[in-house]
């Protein structure tokens, strides 16, 4: 099932859903935030990478996935209570499985990414910024967090120092956090990320912990 919400209330942001056919309880959530350039109030434009790209393919997977969308002239660390907010809320609507809830955004997803994570440290079973980044001396709070970075090293619009330093502090700090740096790759690392290394998949058939 793909449901597409336009917001109900003035707080509230539009998102995409999807569900498995066999829906059921207790199923793990993704969450995804997509990139400047697909801001404003048409969910069509964030279908057009990532998770959303995909989405009849997420019918098929044991999850429920979120896309919000975020609104135009706003950044995602700025909104990160109401992405708080409306996670709670598919939480209890759609009875998931609050242990197992993953987060992944690319370029300022990835910087949303990074920022809700240190905002809620212990929310979150495991994040996969790309392309993105944030505040290195803040992140240990979140060291004990999972955490599988991406970005290209090429990437022009965002240096990829910004991955870089986050994942050094973590692992300075006693993480394990992961960074995958793609050989002669920009800004669009995301279309391997999540379209031929399939993150979203492996983050919830991989996790056997």
Partial sequence: MIKEVIKKTENELNY??????????????????????ERGNDLNLI??????????????????TLSPQCEMGKVWPTEIYRIKDLID??????????????????????????AIACAFPTFFRAIAPVCGGGLAW???????????????????????????NMVDKLNSLGSNAKLTLLHNVGHNCWDWVYDDYKVIEKMILEDKT
């Fill in 16 to 37: 995409i859903l999807t569900c498995p056919d066999n829906m059921q309880e207790n199923l793990p959530l993704v969450v995804f935030l997509h990139g400047a350039g």
């Fill in 47 to 64: 279908k057009r990478h990532g998770l959303p790209k995909r989405l009849e393919e997420f019918e098929k997977l044991p999850a429920v």
């Fill in 89 to 114: 809320k598919i939480v209890i609507e759609y009875k998931v499985d609050a242990s197992r809830i993953y987060l992944t955004g690319m370029s300022m997803g990835g910087f949303g990414t990074w």
């Fill in 138 to 164: 803040n992140v240990g709070v979140i060291k004990d967090l999972p955490v599988h970075a991406f970005h290209g090293d090429k990437d022009e619009v965002v240096n990829p120092f910004y991955s870089i």
